[in-house]
């Protein structure tokens, strides 16, 4: 069963924040391992039925336009940019003020949410034509209708993302945890449930339902004993104001976190038949342990920096910025080295069955042995973000990735002629660039002491360039061809697992890697041993 964990009081010690730290971020990485594997059954059963055809594309692309208007009204950040404020009234007892901060923004943002959906809706056509200028006029067409279903998905996230903003100021994870589980839930029973009479337009009405139950009920039922929101239209009032300044970087600026996933339909729009369903599915399993590691590590950072900071706090702040960097850095790069190695089969395993055709496997692999080297960039990008938004610091990290993305933009032009691969370069070596930046701005910010992050992630780099030749050497030496294509990709997954999973632990605890999750649990053992 699922626990919040409590608020730390502000006279808890360092050893404290660190468990209290560990505990949600464990949470948050279980949460996204459950919900990436639920992620998997979903994509599985849309590549059984659909494969990578222009039904698929024009399902993923349904979705731009609802991200582009969350995206647009800083939707994605709402909690994170609520947090700070929400953070200083609460640790100062002034839980009265909290409800209002959260009253009178809600009233104005979401009025002005739903009146550009309103408006998103009706001119619809023409904005789907300019995000993926390829489409044939059927498939415009198509892409449209399955759009303006799932458009007010966006309006239950962004009540939501209020709602635990709230949450998260008081270190309460359990809703934001069952969050993407419920999500996902709701598109695999509305793809199952309504798919043999509506087609892929089923997952569409699942992703609404989902959307419905867990980014907006499960929130508001957990915050039922906390929170008291009332409607206050109060357009002008300072705490509007405050949040208008610091949300409008996350409104006008762009990162490529998001816009990779546009520039790869609308670009992947003018490449074959599936291009942009071969690009999701390599993306869709890249963004597992960056989910697992990166994005439930900054989750979790995020509120307790925020805390740490309003009580001026900011040795501990520089630590447990510095221990959760680095952690994120090594065991990112170590994941990596088994997808750059299982490319092929990992694909494979997941999607290649029903209409999903081993030339698809192909493709899709081709992007993810690209994609992959990434992870770690991803990962830290995403921590170092939040510890930003956390302190109000929302300027600095959208500034620098505006300007990594309109350099990159060239990039993927250019790129493009490459396929596939080409696009999943563009998008890795523009995260690089992205993580790069952000990471000197936040040790100028923080202070933190680099040398430990990249010391670790050095040494991580060297156990995970073995280990990834001894799986790819495992797994392509078998002869397999009895088992059938099918059988094969499974071995060869197996295989390929098993030998990189202990040259991993056996080269990093050689090399001393630091920040691994396996150190904590053999000083556990050692605890309660006899």
Aim: proline letters at 4%; hydrophobic letters at 55%; one cysteine or more.
């Amino acid at each position: 069963m699922l626990r919040h964990v409590s608020d730390p009081s502000s006279h808890d010690s360092g050893h404290s924040i660190e468990r209290r730290l560990q505990a949600a971020a464990l949470l948050l990485a279980s949460s996204a391992l459950l919900s990436r594997l639920l992620g998997y059954a979903r994509d599985a059963i849309i590549a059984y039925r659909h494969g990578a055809s222009s039904a698929t594309d024009v399902y993923l692309a349904s979705f731009t336009i609802p991200d582009l208007l969350n995206y647009l009204l800083a939707g994605g950040a709402f909690s994170a940019t609520l947090l700070p404020r929400l953070s200083r009234a609460i640790a100062a007892g002034r839980e009265g003020d909290a409800d209002r901060i959260v009253s009178v923004v809600g009233t104005t943002m979401l009025a002005l949410f739903g009146s550009l959906a309103l408006l998103v809706a009706w001119q619809c056509e023409w904005l789907v034509r300019l995000i993926v200028p390829g489409f044939t006029p059927e498939q415009v067409t198509e892409t449209v209708r399955l759009t303006r279903i799932v458009l007010p998905a966006q309006l239950f996230f962004y009540t939501g993302g209020l709602v635990q903003a709230s949450l998260l100021a008081r270190q309460r994870f359990n809703a934001l945890a069952l969050e993407p589980l419920i999500y996902n839930a709701g598109i695999i029973g509305g793809g199952l449930g309504l798919g043999p009479w509506l087609g892929i337009e089923g997952f569409s009405w699942g992703a609404l339902g989902g959307a419905a139950l867990g980014a907006l009920v499960l929130p508001l039922w957990k915050a039922r004993d906390v929170l008291r929101p009332k409607f206050v239209w109060a357009p002008t009032d300072p705490e509007v104001r405050a949040f208008f300044y610091l949300a409008l970087p996350l409104m006008i600026g762009v990162s490529l976190t998001t816009v990779d996933e546009w520039f790869g339909r609308a670009f992947g729009s003018t490449l074959a038949v599936g291009s942009i369903t071969w690009l999701n599915n390599a993306r869709r399993l890249m963004l597992v342990p960056i989910g697992v590691v990166g994005q439930a590590s900054g989750q979790a950072t995020g509120p307790f920096i925020a805390r740490l900071y309003s009580e001026g706090r900011h040795d501990e702040v520089r630590a447990v910025l510095e221990r959760a960097l680095t952690s994120t850095v090594v065991i990112s790069l170590l994941v990596a080295a088994g997808f750059v190695a299982l490319a092929e089969p990992a694909v494979g395993v997941v999607f290649e069955r029903g209409q999903f055709r081993e030339s698809d496997t192909i493709q899709a692999a081709s992007a993810l042995r690209v994609y992959a080297p990434s992870i770690a960039a991803w990962g830290a990008q995403a921590l170092l973000a939040r510890a930003f938004y956390a302190v109000g610091s929302t300027w600095t990290p959208m500034l620098a990735s505006t300007g990594v993305t309109v350099v990159w933009a060239i990039v993927y032009w250019f790129a493009k002629d490459f396929g596939v691969a080409g696009l999943a370069f563009a998008g890795a070596s523009g995260m690089f660039a992205q993580a790069t930046v952000l990471g000197v701005l936040a040790h100028r910010r923080f202070g933190f002491a680099a040398r430990p992050v990249l010391l670790g992630g050095a040494r991580a780099l060297v156990a995970a360039s073995v280990a990834c030749v001894a799986a790819w050497l495992a797994s392509e030496a078998l002869a397999l061809d009895a088992l059938g294509r099918t059988g094969s990709l499974f071995a060869r997954a197996l295989v390929g697992g098993l030998a990189w999973l202990p040259v991993t632990i056996v080269g990093a605890r050689l090399l001393g890697v630091p920040g691994l999750p396996i150190d904590a649990l053999m000083r556990r053992l050692r605890l309660r041993g006899p």
